[in-house]
């Protein structure tokens, strides 16, 4: 059964803090691995990995895909309060995106 | 820009109403998925399809039925609400391209009381 399974559940930091949430899958036909973030409303797309090896970044966050371990994890850098929110992985497989049930980051002042 | 458009952003209904949700994108895109999202589970697929006229069922078909007549739209219709149907409803298209992202509209916030 594909799966996709994220770490931590969540995560409370100080503003300045560096964070990584991990995203590690069991898929068949992999074809990308994709980053959102979730405040009260629908998910924005951060970043889609589809290399090894190779690092997404904007600005403060960044992020880099391990296909032969599978997993991926995205780096926040300098947390502010605004990076408050759910991430959530989803990985393609095929022609279907299986998601991870995210990590809830909160970014105390 | 990709514009996935839910026709609404909350939605209250009574038990044993029959309710249509609406999901159009304007990008031509092939695949089109509804999902509800619910606290500690994440997001599950209730259907999703490929082409016009075309459905598969997704993780959690029960209780909902789509329709896909046009391309671009996508309908979740849920024949009879009932209270567990309460939940936050996402619908997402996504195209061919190898390097094209899932795409959500805003979500719709149903309550059945």
């Known amino acids: 059964e594909d799966k996709v399974v994220q770490s931590p559940l969540s995560l409370v930091v100080h503003e300045g803090d560096t964070v990584t949430l991990n995203c590690s899958y069991e898929?068949?036909?992999?074809?990308?691995l994709l980053w959102y973030k979730q405040e009260k409303k629908a998910p924005t797309f951060l970043f889609m990995l589809?290399?090894?090896?190779i690092e997404k970044k904007s600005g403060r966050l960044s992020s880099i895909l391990d296909k032969k371990e599978l997993f991926s994890i995205l780096n926040i850098t300098a947390t502010q309060t605004g990076d408050s929110a759910v991430y959530l992985c989803?990985?393609?497989?095929?022609?279907?995106?299986?998601f991870g049930t995210g990590t809830s980051l909160t970014v105390i002042p | 820009d990709v514009k996935v458009t839910q026709s609404s952003r909350y939605l209250v209904k009574r038990t044993g109403e029959k309710v249509f949700l609406e999901c159009v994108q304007d990008?031509?895109?092939?695949?089109m998925f509804w999902y509800r999202q619910d606290p500690g589970l994440g997001l599950r697929l209730i259907y999703f399809?490929?082409?016009?006229?075309?459905?598969e069922k997704g993780d959690i078909p029960e209780g909902y039925s789509v329709s896909r007549e046009k391309k671009e739209r996508f309908s979740l219709i849920l024949e009879s609400a009932s209270t567990n149907q309460t939940s936050m409803y996402l619908c997402?298209?996504?195209?061919?391209?190898?390097?094209?992202?899932?795409?959500f509209g805003n979500g719709t916030r149903l309550t059945v009381t």
């Open positions: 997402a298209s996504h195209g061919y391209d190898y390097n094209s992202p899932l795409h």
């Open positions: 989803a990985v393609e497989a095929g022609n279907q995106f299986y």
């Open positions: 990008m031509d895109h092939e695949n």
């Open positions: 399809s490929y082409d016009v006229k075309m459905k």
């Open positions: 589809t290399s090894s090896g």
């Open positions: 898929v068949t036909n992999f074809r990308s």
